[in-house]
């Protein structure tokens, strides 16, 4: 995990220092481990970094967990969330790309 001083939280330097597989938008799996573990970190990155695309993506990821599981409902609430906030951050093709994957 990396540390970023108080000036560098939301700059590009934050950004460029994040893991590449931690990065929002990111196809592919979550990680390595348990899913769950991956999700939380996520989180933690999307609480850190408030406006951005982090909060769709940790959306989606939740989408596909609830879908793993089953619950195709809850599953297609989350996608058009995640794409909602996608939007909302500026990710128009990310936002497509959750949109494309709700159950029709």
Known sequence: MI??????????????SLPRRALP???GPLG?????????????SASTWQGTAWQGAVAEARA???????????ADRLLAEA???F???????????CLDAVDP
């Open 32 to 44: 390595l481990g348990e899913p769950g573990a991956s999700l939380v970190q996520a989180e933690r």
């Open 83 to 85: 794409a909602s906030l």
């Open 64 to 74: 596909h967990l609830v879908r793993a599981e089953g619950d195709r409902a809850a």
């Open 3 to 16: 540390s970023l001083g108080p000036n560098e939280v939301g700059s590009c330097l934050g950004h460029r």
């Open 87 to 97: 939007e909302l951050a500026g990710q128009p093709l990310d936002a497509q790309r």
């Open 25 to 27: 938008g990111r196809r």
